[in-house]
């Protein structure tokens, strides 16, 4: 049994898997977010979904969990300094709602992760301002400031001041850096 179609396959792009984005630094910004339980019922955690703001990979889109719940306290302390590594880099220092991150152009570092018997996916792996990054890039070396070289404060990104952030230590873990 089917369903009486009026569709033309000429007419439309074939849809093509989407290849996991190589590994690096990506301008994206928060577009849903909501906390949900673990799989096991014992904890919660914060999902968030980014969308790419720039060609060739604009509208492309990546997802984080932070287990802000969880019985391994590890666990716990690895999710709260991603969380206020985005805040720190969205410029969003009192979160009260995850609504707040929304919107608001953020780097986020992606690695592939490969996993035997799943097709590999991207992984985030840390949250940088924009105002930092552009810095970064223009210095070539240069230690990293959000502020440019003549001393001015740079623009607020969404009526929000940039944040000041040290560069990370060497001995820092991986989700850091």
């Excluded at 492309?60 to 019985?71: H, S």
Aim: net charge positive; proline share 11%.
């Amino acid at each position: 049994m089917g369903s009486n179609l009026n569709f033309d396959a000429t007419q439309h792009q074939p849809a093509t898997p989407n290849e996991p984005l190589p590994n690096a630094w990506y301008r994206m910004h928060v577009v849903e977010s909501e906390v949900k339980p673990t799989a096991d019922g014992q904890g919660r955690y914060l999902e968030l979904v980014f969308e790419a703001l720039d060609e060739p990979v604009k509208g492309r889109k990546a997802w984080d969990r932070l287990n802000l719940q969880n019985a391994n306290v590890q666990t716990v302390r690895i999710a709260e300094g991603q969380l206020s590594a985005l805040c720190h880099a969205a410029g969003v220092l009192r979160l009260t709602h995850s609504s707040q991150l929304h919107h608001i152009p953020v780097m986020v570092k992606l690695i592939i992760k490969q996993q035997p018997g799943y097709d590999p996916k991207n992984e985030v792996r840390g949250y940088k301002s924009v105002n930092a990054a552009a810095v970064m890039a223009a210095g070539a070396g240069a230690a990293a400031s959000p502020f440019p070289p003549n001393g001015a404060a740079p623009a607020p990104v969404n009526g929000q001041p940039p944040v000041a952030q040290a560069a990370p230590r060497a001995d820092a873990p991986p989700w850091a850096r």
